[in-house]
């Protein structure tokens, strides 16, 4: 079992930056890949990025690519997204969640954990 907790979330004006963390209990971390989703008002949540349980490969959706990049360190069971550049597009409640399998996926049924997510909003 993981719990997973996010934080980091607020209010920013738009070209703005924020760092989401996700903060995961359990010993067996270090072996699930991590992903971030997004979910605005009104939409269906959405793959943002995801990186593997080494941090060897992470992958972007379109929308967020050369802005976001996500991270992830083992040793403090946690693992990052950084967001520059930020657009009011990009307002929404972000989600962290953990695939056994430790390989990158955009598709949210890889993934078997999920935190209660953070609201990120970006004013224009």
């Known amino acids: 079992q993981v719990q997973l907790v996010e934080s980091g979330g607020g209010l920013v004006q738009a070209g703005g930056s924020l760092r989401l963390s996700c903060a995961a209990s359990?010993?067996?971390?270090?072996?699930?890949?991590m992903g971030w989703f997004r979910q605005a008002p009104g939409k269906e949540r959405e793959f943002v990025a995801a990186?593997?349980?080494?941090?060897?490969?992470?992958t972007y959706s379109d929308s967020v690519k050369g802005r976001f990049t996500i991270s992830r360190d083992n040793a403090k069971n946690t693992v990052y997204l950084k967001m520059n550049s930020l657009k009011p597009e990009d307002s929404a409640v972000y989600y962290c969640?953990?695939?056994?399998?430790?390989?990158?996926?955009?598709?949210?049924?890889?993934?078997?954990?999920w935190g209660q997510g953070t609201q990120v909003t970006v004013s224009s």
């Open positions: 969640a953990a695939g056994r399998t430790g390989m990158v996926f955009p598709e949210e049924h890889e993934y078997d954990y």
């Open positions: 359990g010993r067996t971390f270090s072996s699930y890949a």
């Open positions: 990186i593997s349980w080494s941090g060897g490969y992470k």
